[in-house]
């Protein structure tokens, strides 16, 4: 079976992959006891699993929640506890960068194991900023922040990064609005904004970080829309609104989620990627697009291939079907019974878990470089997903396999192939002959040098 490679049709650079430390950092980051088999703290080895291009699977992208300030009050409706999470301000205008120690250690780490890109997000501004007092709204659907509030959030939001991009760490981004489309009435912090107001904030973002020298390189990211079918264009069109705001972004940033999905004609997942796509050339030329959260939302702890699958699918469709530049996990790390962590851990003997989502992640991670540009690549199989990569003559190429069949590719001689199946983690396979296995339910690395042109 061949591949069809046209090196010379190019879509997006590509920048890389990450993950959400919210809200596993607060717990993890006080994790201070010997992994027995890395000799490490456990939070050490679990940053360097995550993070570490020779040591890990090498995401680029550590998104640091900053919290609201539900921990330290005890107010509003959290079931789960780890969903609550601490503020930085102590009264307005006063700062103690002591607290959230956990979750700070953590990103520290993360940046010394070679995360090089921090994105802070948001969830609901500071309480004593909100209508009801809340890290959540009381009513579905109203508006959190109050117009006369948004600079003073604004401000807070800055000042803190201020502070930690003069510790040196390369926070890159700030995204002042999470999911805005949702009723946000309890379970974690979060705030609702209408398209109009969320470009609102936006705007007043983008008009106080031109003021900040401090913050030179820093861009707003957003509107980080929470379903991959409901109202991106709505709030894609408020996000450009305003010329302040479109002089500091660089993409549209949403969730790749599709819950409840259908079966029907026009309504599948890929339908809506390619109509959004459309939309966006059409709309928004030259406007990159960032896929910065997505978790396989089933219930239970998947630690096999049935749900790496499903995720090196969507991989796959938002890469090639949305052209995004960036893909990111919602959760790195989870203590629940979800198929939303890379890695699992256990509360009550604060061990830990991998999962085939891991090493799956790490098969593009690890391998498709920064800079990377997609090219048309095709096989002629159907049943197998491929895409491809070159930077200078360097070519990765990713192949999934979701059927239960063995397939047989025709590879150039001098590339290696990394597999991630129900057997293998991230193992090497030897080629024959430029003929290379593909097992059933896999995920494939290819990687080989192109003949100078």
């Given amino acids: ?69 539900s921990k330290e009050s005890g107010k509003g409706s959290f079931p789960n ?141 957003g509107l980080e829309n929470g379903d991959i079918r409901w109202f991106n264009k709505s709030y894609t069109r408020r996000l450009i609104q305003h010329k302040a705001v479109r002089d500091v972004i660089d993409s549209v940033d949403l969730h790749s989620y599709f819950l409840n999905p259908v079966d029907w004609p026009l309504l599948r997942r890929p339908d809506y990627l390619k109509r959004y796509r459309r939309w966006l050339d059409r709309h928004c030329p030259g406007l990159a697009v960032k896929m910065s959260e997505w978790t396989h939302m089933q219930g239970g702890r998947d630690k096999g291939m049935d749900s790496a699958l499903v995720m090196a699918r969507t991989m796959c469709e938002d890469i090639a079907l949305l052209n995004v530049t960036s893909w990111q996990h919602w959760i790195a790390v989870s203590e629940v019974d979800y198929c939303d962590g890379l890695i699992y851990i256990n509360l009550d003997d604060k061990t830990f878990e991998m999962t085939k989502r891991y090493y799956a992640t790490g098969n593009f991670s690890k391998y498709i470089p920064y800079g990377a540009v997609r090219f048309e690549a095709k096989a002629d199989d159907k049943d197998l997903l491929v895409l491809g990569f070159q930077k200078e003559n360097r070519v990765t190429l990713i192949v999934v396999n979701e059927t239960n069949e063995a397939k047989v590719l025709t590879v150039p001689e001098n590339a290696v192939q990394i597999v991630t199946s129900d ?20 995920v494939n690395t290819f990687l080989f040098e192109r003949a100078s042109v």
């Fill in 81 to 221: 506890p780890l969903r609550r999470a601490e503020c930085f301000e102590t009264a307005p205008g006063v700062y103690d960068f002591s607290k959230d120690k956990n979750a700070v250690y953590l990103l520290r780490q993360a940046v010394k194991d070679g995360a090089d890109e921090v994105v802070f997000f948001v969830n609901s501004p500071p309480e004593r900023l909100t209508k009801t007092g809340l890290a959540h709204g009381v009513k579905a659907f109203r508006d959190n922040l109050p117009k006369e509030n948004e600079k003073a959030f604004a401000a807070y939001v800055l000042d803190v990064t201020e502070h930690f991009v003069g510790e040196g760490l390369p926070v890159k981004y700030v995204s002042p609005i999470n999911e805005p489309l949702w009723k946000w009435t309890g379970g974690q912090e979060g705030c609702h904004y209408w398209p109009r107001s969320a470009a609102r904030v936006m705007k007043v973002f983008a008009d106080e970080l031109a003021k900040r020298k401090a913050l030179d390189g820093v861009r707003l990211s």
């Fill in 423 to 442: 057997t293998d983690e991230l193992t090497e396979q030897p080629i024959e002959n430029g003929t290379a296995a593909v097992k059933p339910r896999s």
């Fill in 1 to 69: 079976m061949d591949l069809t490679l046209h090196y010379d049709k190019t879509y997006q650079t590509f920048e890389g992959f990450g993950a959400s430390a919210a809200w596993w950092a607060q717990e993890v980051g006080g994790w201070e006891h010997t992994d027995p088999v890395s000799g490490l703290a456990v939070r050490d080895r679990i940053s360097q699993l995550l993070f570490s291009k020779t040591e890990g699977i090498g995401l680029r992208t550590y998104r640091y929640n900053l919290g609201a300030g």
